[in-house]
């Protein structure tokens, strides 16, 4: 238990859920209606009843601990209580409701993966990066695949203006690169996150001194990887830690990610405290600093640009969850839409 991040403090406030007969585990493997638990006796296959919780809160993910139930004679083990999450890495579900979904619990470190043999796409790792602040978590940039590329260190130097706070790593898994120090730097339980095809699950076997996680060639027609990892799953580090091997993800949408839009874009937080008004958009507003940054290129206009098209989309999630923010939203188009009604509805309106 204690290799998979069992402390002190938990063993405190589990007391009472001992004196029941339960066990503390932690989920390794989840799926539908069961997942794999690693308790103190043991590893066991463990049913999550519907009486266990509701809402996504209470749904065990990977990386959760739970209280466990042990099997009887006639009886299988049950997960009966997931405990509370210190950490909780989750994403916006693709369909337009206002479900979330948890990646990962209980995480440490998330280490956003990138390869450089790729173009670099500043805004997906910004928006990775929001999401690694929102969890609570520390954020990692881990740059693969640097044999890869003509020069590994301007790419970084790049990547850094994106990621203002957060540790940015070169590494290679074919030459060895930076492999000392990513393993230095990164602790406790361990997510790594990106798109398939940038190298996690081999990095990942780095980091475990085998070849435990499935790991797939690149396609050359587009580039993208083969989802070699089909789903989540926590593995102890033989030098202590855990590692979450996550399947690539095509799309991360934000959820209820404020302050890790304000973490990310910590430069911009910072020089809004000199606007002129309180609810400056920094668009157009007279006495903007941010805008007079972009003016005298102490920020540049792509930075500000992924800031704005975020800090809409986490604006449109956060509304459809919360009827009144949306109509607030909503209203400037039916006034349009009105407006324009009226217009073409007037004797002077020609089509």
């Not at 493997?29 to 308790?39: F, H, I, L, M, P």
């Not at 139930?69 to 999450?85: D, F, M, N, Y």
Request: with cysteine.
């Amino acid at each position: 238990m204690v290799d998979y991040g069992w402390d002190p403090e938990r063993e405190r406030s589990f007391g009472a859920s001992r004196d029941a007969g339960l066990l503390p585990g932690r989920v390794v493997r989840a799926e539908r209606g069961q997942c794999d638990v690693v308790t103190e006796t043991g590893p066991v296959r463990a049913l999550v009843l519907p009486s266990s919780g509701t809402g996504d809160r209470l749904t065990p993910c990977t990386g959760d601990w739970v209280a466990v139930r042990p099997a009887g004679p006639a009886t299988s083990a049950t997960v009966v209580e997931v405990l509370e999450r210190r950490t909780a890495v989750v994403r916006s579900t693709s369909a337009r409701t206002s479900h979330a979904q948890v990646l990962a619990a209980n995480v440490d470190t998330v280490a956003v993966a990138v390869s450089l043999a790729d173009p670099l796409k500043l805004g997906r790792i910004e928006r990775m990066l929001a999401l690694a602040w929102e969890s609570g978590a520390t954020p990692v940039v881990v740059l693969t695949k640097a044999d890869r590329c003509p020069d590994p260190a301007a790419a970084a130097s790049e990547v850094a203006e994106a990621a203002p706070g957060v540790e940015v790593l070169v590494t290679s898994a074919t030459t060895g690169e930076g492999l000392d120090v990513l393993t230095a730097v990164l602790s406790g339980t361990i997510v790594l996150l990106g798109p398939s095809g940038v190298g996690k699950s081999t990095l990942g076997n780095r980091l475990l001194g085998e070849d435990r996680l499935a790991t797939g060639a690149v396609r050359g027609s587009d580039g993208k990887g083969r989802h070699t990892t089909a789903w989540r799953e926590l593995v102890p580090l033989p030098d202590g830690g855990v590692l979450l091997d996550t399947p690539g993800l095509r799309g991360v949408g934000l959820h209820d990610a404020d302050d890790g839009l304000e973490r990310t874009f910590a430069e911009i937080t910072e020089l809004a405290r000199d606007c002129r008004f309180t609810d400056c958009a920094h668009t157009v507003e007279p006495g903007c600093a941010v805008l007079a940054a972009v003016a005298d290129g102490r920020l540049t206009e792509r930075r500000l640009d992924s800031y704005h098209r975020l800090e809409r989309e986490n604006a449109h999630a956060a509304a459809r969850t919360d009827a009144r923010l949306r109509a607030e939203l909503e209203r400037p188009m039916k006034q349009l839409s009105r407006q324009l009604r009226a217009h073409k509805q007037s004797p002077y309106y020609k089509a």
